[in-house]
């Protein structure tokens, strides 16, 4: 009874773990959808065309599989040159090249410019993925 219990338990894990999770949808301010970026990090526009990726070591990649940036494990977004672009903090803020804050990327997904004006959502994305693709035009 203890190795069939082992064989269910397996079995049950290895469903759990390659459940392919759905794509975290993109939102401009009047909540239409903008795109989409999947759990593997590919990047969707409205059309569903694929436009790039984030890869799990942070490389940004166009549609040609081109580097053309990289999101750094503090934060720190680097365009295809490696210069700094900005940063996200901890807290979700977004700040540019010269440390000004440009938005910020809240807990819930919301993202908001500068000003503090709701310019999209971006609910369950990773909020440097999300500053990528909202503040950093790399797409």
């Known amino acids: ?35 989409n970026i999947g759990t593997d990090g590919t990047i969707r526009n409205a059309s569903n065309a694929s436009i790039g990726k984030v890869e799990s070591d942070g490389t940004i990649r166009n549609a040609s599989n081109a580097s053309i940036g990289k999101i750094e494990s503090d934060g720190t977004i680097r365009n295809a040159s490696n210069a700094s672009v900005g940063k996200v903090e901890s807290d979700g803020t977004v700040k540019d090249d010269s440390n000004r804050t440009i938005g910020k990327i809240t807990s819930d997904g919301t993202v908001r410019d500068a000003s503090n004006r709701t310019i999209g959502s971006a609910k369950g994305v990773k909020p440097t993925w999300a500053a990528v693709f909202f503040f950093f035009d790399f797409f």
């Open 1 to 35: 009874m203890r190795n069939t219990t082992i064989i269910i338990l397996a079995f049950l894990a290895s469903i759990i773990f390659t459940i392919n999770l759905p794509a975290q949808t993109l939102r401009n301010a009047s909540n239409c959808s903008i795109g």
